[in-house]
């Protein structure tokens, strides 16, 4: 068994980290030639626990299994979670907690912090060794390259289209990450570490769940930017590799993260316009997206049940569809989807599946996570699994767990569960 050495941007701050409480059992290849990592997550301390245990209690470890196989029902790419099993022991974490593990499955765990460790540990010959086996593992069509300043150069570029992506997409379904620390960013696009994360109920811009995070560093509204930022301590590191001249490695590394704006903004707004029916996207759909956001957090209205509304018509009583506001822009909204050469059948079926009936609601994770810790009780979860896998089916059932709970999320906190 591994645990693995990498550094990190913790909250802006660099420091040397590496897996205090996560073990790599192995990698297995699967029939079609495909290779993931299965590591432990809370089996005990490593040489990098730095005075923790490195041992896990279930409910964190219940709310990655919960939250990742979320993701992956919504088809955003993730770690995914094999099972948690309990230790038998009790953990103390300001009171004592049922000891757990979670098995975890990942393309890799190669991270934005794995090069940091790779610069300040090792030489330029370190880091193009990492580069390489990074370049075989995830992006392979780059491994005949010729030029191989040519090859880093789209290795940095396809790291940078991946990331855009992947945020871009949490920003549509109102994912919130809680720590996008460079050590919790994977190479391969995947999202990774489920600590404080959580989903967002009423849209509010800067919604920060997490406990730590006290001055809403990786709130909503700033996972695009530090986003960027995070690939800007990622492209630092390949300055030894990008050209042998210093000036044009690091003139070719800000050329290249600098692009990452304008393809998370293409990704964002090809999202948003299949979560409202547009199959043509104009010049001018920004304005009907971002109208509609504004009238959202206005009226504090619930992200993902108004897009849910707005595919089935179904206009409920409450105050933002009561308002002024939103009629017009509902008129502006309808002009522009009936002006496509798409039927209205045609037009409710993108809708249908690009806005998720259910999501991990908050109080439903915590209910989850409360009748297992405190009863043994899991069959709540595994419902909740079950019909969060198919999101976009819009069952009965589903419905019914799609309602918010009136301002539980207000004071909502969660926690790394370290």
């Known amino acids: 068994m591994i645990a693995q050495a990498y550094c990190g941007h913790q909250f802006g701050y660099f420091t040397m980290l590496g897996d205090g409480r996560a073990m790599l059992l192995g990698e297995q290849i699967t029939p079609d030639n495909k290779r993931f990592d299965i590591q432990l997550k809370g089996s005990g301390r490593t040489i990098y626990s730095r005075g923790g245990d490195g041992k896990a209690v279930l409910g964190p470890m219940l709310r990655e299994y919960i939250i990742s196989e979320a993701m992956y029902g919504l088809k955003i790419p993730t770690t995914r979670s094999l099972a948690v099993t309990l230790t038998g022991e009790e953990v103390f974490r300001e009171v004592l907690q049922p ?55 789209l290795f940095l570029r396809r790291v940078v289209e991946l990331q855009a992506e992947l945020i871009s997409s949490w920003q549509l379904v109102g994912f919130i990450h809680g720590v996008m620390n460079t050590d919790n960013m994977s190479i391969c696009g995947e999202t990774i570490d489920y600590g404080p994360c959580a989903f967002m109920d009423t849209y509010k811009k800067d919604t920060v769940f997490s406990s730590i995070d006290r001055d809403g560093r990786y709130s909503y509204k700033n996972q695009p930017s530090i986003g960027q930022w995070n690939l800007s301590r990622f492209a630092e590191t390949l300055v030894p590799i990008l050209d042998d001249d210093t000036d044009k490695s690091l003139e070719i590394a800000i050329s290249e993260v600098v692009k990452y704006q304008k393809i998370y903004d293409t990704f964002w707004r090809k999202g948003m316009s299949k979560k409202l029916g547009i199959f043509d996207e104009e010049k001018d759909d920004i304005f009907i997206f971002y ?19 707005l595919n089935f018509e179904d206009f409920e009583d409450n105050e933002l569809f009561n308002s002024s506001d939103f009629l017009k822009w509902k008129e502006r909204w309808k002009n522009r989807v009936n002006k496509q050469s798409k039927s209205a059948d045609e037009i409710k079926s993108l809708m249908k599946n690009n806005n998720p009936a259910i999501i991990p609601r908050n109080h439903k994770v915590e209910e989850a996570i409360e009748m297992a810790v405190s009863k043994g009780d899991i069959s709540f979860t595994k419902r909740l699994v079950d019909l969060l896998s198919n999101p976009f089916e819009h069952t009965q059932e589903q419905k019914k767990f799609s309602k918010e709970h009136n301002k539980f999320d207000e004071n909502y906190k969660t926690y790394c569960g370290t």
């Open 291 to 309: 109208d509609l956001l504004s009238l959202i957090e206005k009226y504090k209205a619930d992200y993902t049940n108004t897009f849910i509304d």
């Open 99 to 153: 000891g757990a593990v979670l098995t975890r499955v990942a393309s890799s765990h190669i991270r934005v912090g794995t090069f940091q460790f790779a610069v300040a540990n090792g030489e330029r010959e370190d880091i193009k060794a990492l580069a390489d086996y990074t370049i075989s593992r995830h992006f392979n069509e780059l491994d005949n390259i010729v030029d191989e300043k040519e090859k880093y150069k």
